[in-house]
């Protein structure tokens, strides 16, 4: 079964940092990787989608990492401003014979707080 | 607006009483997914639907809820004899089935209150 964890559950930097934010899972037969952001009590907004066969995504000021040897992924966020205050998810498709089976199993989350 | 769109935002409910939520997905999207977030948590997959079929359905599905998409366009979630628990949000998304394309986009959500 797969299992994603984010590392950490919360963090608060200041306006202008450049911040890292972790996912890790446990099965790596992944199809995609996609990070979403999530605003309180609002749906997601999907970010970044890496395919299994790319190695990272860059929009803007975000740049999305995948390592799936190693089960890994990492959200990069340049130059932090307040309105990227929010909850960032990630979650991965299962590969089924080559193509994505769907379903998304997520995190539980990290929750940003960019103060001024 | 062409995005995943659910209806209600918000439901409050006594307990007992049978609820039905809607989603209308992007309209070239053949695949359609019901997850439910509860506070504090990441969504969990609930059931998913591949045109009109419904190809999988989780154990977090209990019998008092069912899931149909008629027709392959929308879909409706009902939840029978509503509990406490199930307060919760429920999310919609869709995405196509293409090997190349399988993003998946979200809806709003339908906030659910049991009371």
């Known amino acids: 079964k797969q299992e994603v964890t984010q590392i950490p559950a919360a963090l608060s930097v200041p306006e202008g940092e450049n911040l890292v934010l972790n996912c890790s899972f446990t099965?790596?037969?992944?199809?995609?990787l996609q990070w979403f952001r999530q605003d309180p009590g609002k749906g997601l907004t999907s970010l970044l989608l890496?395919?299994?066969?790319?190695r990272e995504q860059t929009s803007g000021r975000l740049n999305a990492s995948l390592d799936k040897s190693s089960g890994r992924s990492t959200l990069y966020i340049a130059a932090s401003q307040p309105g990227d205050s929010a909850t960032y998810l990630c979650a991965v498709s299962r590969n089924a014979g080559g193509t994505s089976y769907g379903k998304l199993t997520f995190g539980q989350g990290t929750i940003l707080t960019v103060h001024p | 607006d062409t995005g995943v769109s659910q209806d209600p935002r918000h439901k409050i409910t006594k307990r007992g009483q049978n609820v039905t939520f809607r989603c209308d997905p992007i309209s070239e999207h053949n695949r359609l997914y019901w997850y439910r977030q509860t506070l504090g948590q990441g969504p969990e997959f609930l059931t998913y639907f591949q045109n009109e079929a419904q190809l999988e359905k989780s154990r977090l599905l209990s019998d008092r809820f069912s899931a149909e998409r008629p027709k392959g366009s929308f879909s409706t979630l009902e939840i029978q004899r509503t509990e406490q628990g199930d307060s919760a949000m429920y999310l919609c998304a869709s995405s196509t089935s293409d090997r190349g394309n399988t993003e998946a986009f979200f809806g709003q959500g339908t906030r659910l209150t049991v009371v």
């Open positions: 099965d790596s037969a992944i199809y995609n």
């Open positions: 890496i395919q299994s066969s790319q």
